[in-house]
Each structure stands twice: as C-alpha cells, then as structure tokens.
C-alpha cells in the first residue's frame, strides 16, 4: 500500500443540489466554520478536490459537479468574480466529492441549508458593495459567464463513475463516522464496474430525481436570468442619477460664469416697457379667449342641465305621443272643416257688403240727382225763362216732384229738431239718409236673411272647431305641457290664419259707420284672444303679436272695403264711428309694426281718396247776382246756404281725421282743396255782416288747435293766407259801419290763428287801441 501524505485541509462539503457525499456533523460544522472565516475572494463554489490536487493527481470533474461549480460561481458578486478571475484562483478550484450516496444525501441536504443562508449574506454584501463600487459587468463578462455555463453542462453528457458501492467492513463505516481522517482515499476504494441491479422502486426513484433535477436547473437558470436582469436595472438607474447630478452641478457652474467677450444690445426703459405691454396685450388676449372658452362652457353646461331636467321631467314617452296624435288629427280636422265652410262664409260676406253698397249707392245717386235737379231748376228761375216744349215740361214735373220730396224729408228733420230742443242746427249739414218705410222694410228683411244665414254656416260643427275660446283652449294645452315644441312650430303665426274665417262670421254684421255698432272690444274673438296672449308667460314670443297680427289680416281689410265703397264723408256720424274704430285699430294695437305699416298705409291711402273724390263730386256752391241772395227767403239764397254749410261739414269732417292722417294731408284737402276753391268764394259773394263773420268763426273752429300750439308764431300757415286776407277786408268794411262788434270777433279770428302781425297793423291803422290787449293776452 503506497504511502498516504498527510492532510492539510478538510473536505468541504458541495453546495450543488446533486452532490452525492455525506460527512459527520463535527466535519460539516469544521466545514461551515471554514467557510465563515474565508475571505471574499475565496466566495463560490466549495473546492471539495483540495485533497486530490494535493497528491497531485490530475483534476477530475464529475458531470453532476460541474453543474453545480457553474451554479455557485455565477450567484457570486461581480466584485466578487472579478478579483477571483484576476487571481486566477476560481479557474483552477475543482470539486470532489465522495463516491458514497448516503453520505452524498446527508451533505447535499446540509450544503442546501448553508448555502442558502450564505446566500442571503453574500447577496446583502453584493448589493452594498455593488452600491458603493458600482461597477457594472458589461455585456462581454456577461456573455463569457453564460458561455461557461453551457460549456458546464456540455461536459457531463457521460455515464457518471460515481456509483454506490456496498461497504464490506461496517467497522470502517463506524470509524469513518467517528474520524473523518480514517476515510480511505479514492484509490483505496473498491471501484464497480458493472451497475448494481436496481428493483423497479429504486429505478422509478431514480427517474423521478432525474426529472426534478432537470426541472430545478431550469428554475434556477430562470431564476439567475431575473436576478442579473434587475441588477442591471438598479446599476442603470444609478448610474442616470449620477449622470443627472453632475450635468445640473455642471450646468450651475456653467451658469456662474459669465462670458465677457458676448457684447449684448442696449436696453432702455422704452424697450422694456415696450415688451411689457406687448407681453400684457398677449396675456389680455389669452384671458379674453379664456374668459369666451368659460363662458361658452358655462352656456353648455346650463344648457345640458336644461336638457336633463327636461328629460327627467318629461311624461311618458307613449303619452307623449298619443297628446301629439291627438293634436295633430284635431288641427287636421280643423282645417278641413274651415275649408269646407270658407266657401259659405265668403257668400255671406258678400250678401252683406252688396246690400249695404246698394243702400250707400242708393243715397248718393239721390243726392246728386236732387242737386242737380234743384240748381237746375233755380237756374231757370234766375233766368225767367218759361218752358215750351213737351219734353222740357216732362223735365220740369220731374223737377217738380222731386223738390217736393225733397221739401217733404226736410220737413220731417225739422220737426224732429224742434221735438229734441236742437235750434241752432244750420240747413245743409243734414245728412239725408232718409228712407221711405218700404225701401227701409226691403232692406231690414234683406239684412236679417243674412244674418240667419251666417247663424247657419256652423250650426252642424261641434264647439272645439267653431268656437274661437274652445281651439285656443286646445293650443294653450300644448304650451303649457310642451313649450318647446310650441314655439319651435311657431303656433303663433298660424294661430290669426286658422282664426280668420271664425272671425269674419262674427264681423259679417258689424258695420263701423254706425255710431251704435258694438266696439271690437266687446266681441267674443277679441276677448278670447287676449286671454290667451295675457297666459303667455314668454315675452317676446310670438304669441304677444296674435291680436295684431288678427287685426291686421282680417279686421283692417273690411274696413278698408267700407270706407272704399260705403263711407259718405259728408256724413259726420259715419265719419265720427269710422274715426273711432280707426285709433282703437291704428293706434292702440300696433305692436307688430312692419305688417301694420303696410295695412294701416293701405287703409290711410284709401281715406285720403274717397274724400279727395267726396270734395271733386258733392261739393257744389252756386254764385248768384247780390239781388238774388239779398231777400234770405228766396230759393237762390237758401240753396246757396245750404251748399255752403254742406260743404262747411264735410270741411269739418275732413279735420276730423287730425292725428290719424299726417298736417300735410290734411291741410291740401281741408285748405287747399276745399277751404279756398269753394268756401272763400262763397264768403266773398255774400253780404257782409254777422252771418259772414259767424261762418268765418265756424271755419276757424274747425281748425286744430295743435296747428297753432307754438307761441312763437306771429304769422298763421301759408294755406289759410287767403282766408286771412278776406277777414282783413271784411274788418275793413265792417268798421266804419254799426257792426264794430263784429270787428273785435275777426281780430279774434286773427289771434287764434297766429295772424298777430296782420291784427296789429289793423289795430294801429283803425287805432283800435281797446283790441290791443287781446293780442297780449296770447
């Protein structure tokens, strides 16, 4: 037996998970005590061959062991690895371990446990020094580290030589365990050739500790690839806060210095003070756009809690609908139900305008006719010329009977002014409308036929489609429960379109020329209306135009069509009801003015015509010689006054239209046209005396007064000149006369109408000095 050389060192138990040896406690615990006091660079793998590299036998590695060399030496620290590669002991440490499985099992499980608290100090003491040093592998250590890995596990693909044997001596095994010194070195072993034959439990064991292995290396590869995937991470993100750190610390270095060789512009206070208010304008315009942005998301956001609301509160959608159904089937019926009736209605209307044009046409022509029959036949008397033929006395008893019908009607008045106490009324300013009780019966008959009629045209309709309260009843239901889809169809501008033809039934008996008609005021339609306007609670919807909008289309055509065809100007009632509907209709309901402009223009420019036709037609005022019209019973002086004071009427009447028809209009057909074409005439062919100045003062009563409201006025209108001249020469006539009286009434005449200049140089030249006080008065 060769020599054994003496031990310098124990064996080290292998940390790998497939190390096969075992050892005593007392040669594990020297073995963890070793491992404690051994220094940093001597960290990894346990060199278990120390013995055999000591005889100098050459280095064996062992297929299981090379894994587990691998294994340890990749867990070290990089500090760690790179002292014990520059060293060069890592490279040349080999582990042996003992050929005895029990003893393999027992030290495996042992070197798992130290391994594992070794473990956890190395990797508190990598990271610190890693910390500190922070020195990162780079990716060429790294690659090198994984090729010796691989390289490992290449080399034990062989058939392992360290199998168990039988121990034929138990008292070996007993000293073994007793002395680890007594162990008999590997050349002593017995070495088997041949594998031991194993029964299927060891064979079924063996596969399935081949198949953990296998299971638990791959666990651990992945394990170690994570393990240097976040220590790289760390080792970056240091780094980068380093770096970060140097650059601001050598930025704010940078930043102190301060280059005297840079030469900057010159700055002054206007530059500055420049930049500052370009920099405020821009940030005036910023907030404006801000403040607009705000204010439109403001709009939106109260918009959309409208629109939520709304939705919360809305009814059920089916209800919704079946309301919707509901109205739109009644407006359908509705309007087939006008439709079919506005052909009736429109017979009605023109019945009644025919029959009351028949009554206005019937009292023209027989004013006209008498006119002309009764100058005529003053004409003749004034001549003295007899008639001759058959033809001129047919003409002449025609004349006849017609002067003693019309004595016969005057009569009658007269007797009836005399019953009421009026005395001071004036021949001529009758209005002669007088009809025979057989054309007044034909014509009451004719107008209540008419009227049964227009009770008739919707006697076979139910109230919801001819009653004016129950329809608009039926819309103010729908603004009330759905305001928006109200407005949104704009009910207010169909609702005077489905109105018409209900009101003008209820129009078809209202005549605005006869002073007893029922006011607009006090009609069923012009109530119901305004009840339905006043429960708009929306201001400026159109709802508020409804009544004007009715007016406009309906009520001011008709009275349009009277006063085209049926008014007689010369008839003050007539003109005095006519007026009064006018303001009620011009000037109180005017709230929608584009459409009122263009109907109260129209109606305006038909007033002006027919009166303009009224003064060329029914004036008429005879000049007949002094000796003719002295003797104030002669036919010639009483027809000359009654045409006077016929057309002093319709002077007044014509005025009566101040405030309604503009001062221009009026004064070209009130002075123009009638005052100095007929009456100044007439005035200057008569006798002067207090009749004359009584006319004059009734001309100027019928004057208005806002004509002459300015104080500053000395001299009176241009238009009434003429008539101003004629009262200065009637003052002239009358003062040397007994009439002086009648002279302060014309001074009167002069002051009330602004002619203060002219009264004056009448006073001074009559030296009236008494009259001068009437002119300081005003």
Known sequence: MAHRPKRTFRQRPADSSDSDGAEEPSAEAGTRKEQETSSPAEEGPPSGGGRAQAAGQPHRVRGARGRGRVWATSRRAPGAASRAEGAGVQESRTVDLSTDEEDETHHSSESKDDQSSSSDSSSSREEKEFSSTVKIPDAAFIQAARRKRELARAQGDYISLDVKHPVTVSGTERNSDDDPESEPDDHEKRIPFAPKPQTLRQRMAEETTSRNETSEESQEDENQDIWEHQQMKKAVKIIEERDIGISHSHGSQIMKKFDTSISFSPVNLEIIKKQLNTRLTLLQDTHHSH??????????????????????????????????????????????????????????????????????????????????????????????????????????????????????????????????????????????????????????????????????????????????????????????????????????????????????????????????????????????????????????????????????????PRLTDFVEFIWDPLSTSQTTSLITHCRVILEEHSTCENEVSKSKQDLLKSIVSRMKKAIEDDVFIPLYPKSAIENKTSPHSKFQERQFWSGLKLFSNILLWNGLLSDDTLQELGLGKLLNRYLIIALHNAIPGPDVVKKCKQITACLPEKWFENSAMRTSIPQLENFIQFLLQSAHKLSGSEFRDEVKEIILILVKIKALNQAESFIEEYHLDHLKSLIKEV
């Not at 169909?494 to 209900?502: F, G, Q, Y």
């Open 291 to 556: 403040l607009r942005e705000y204010e439109k998301y403001m709009q939106d956001v109260k918009k959309s809690k409208s629109t939520i609301q709304h939705l919360e509160s809305s009814s059920n959608q089916a209800l919704n609908y079946k309301f919707y159904k509901s109205m739109k089937i009644y407006v359908e019926n509705l309007i087939d139900c006008l439709n079919g009736k506005i052909i009736n209605i429109q017979e009605i209307e023109s019945s009644m305008h025919a029959l009351l044009l028949k009554q206005a046409m019937t009292f023209m022509k027989r004013r006209q006719d008498e006119l002309k029959h009764e100058s005529t036949y003053l004409q003749q008397l004034s001549c003295k010329e007899e008639t001759s033929t058959n033809g001129s006395l047919a003409v002449d008893e025609k004349t006849q009977w017609i002067l003693e019908e019309i004595e016969s009607r005057r009569t009658q008045r007269r007797q009836a002014r005399v019953l009421s106490g009026n005395c001071n009324h004036q021949e001529g300013t009758s209005s002669d409308d007088e009809l025979s009780s057989a054309e007044m019966t034909d014509f009451q008959k004719s107008q209540d036929d008419i009227l049964q009629n227009q009770k008739k045209v919707f006697e076979d309709v139910h109230d919801d489609f001819c009653n004016i309260q129950n329809i608009l009843l039926k819309f103010q239901q729908w603004r009330e429960k759905f305001p928006d889809s109200y407005y949104e169809a704009f009910i207010g501008l169909c609702i005077p379109k489905l109105l018409n033809p209900l009101i003008r039934v209820q129009l078809i008996h209202w005549n605005p020329l006869k002073l007893d008609s029922i006011d607009l005021k006090q009609m069923p339609w012009f109530t119901s209306v305004e009840e339905f306007m006043e429960d708009s609670k929306k201001e400026d919807s159109s709802d508020k135009k409804i009544l004007s909008a009715v007016i406009n289309k309906t009520v001011i």
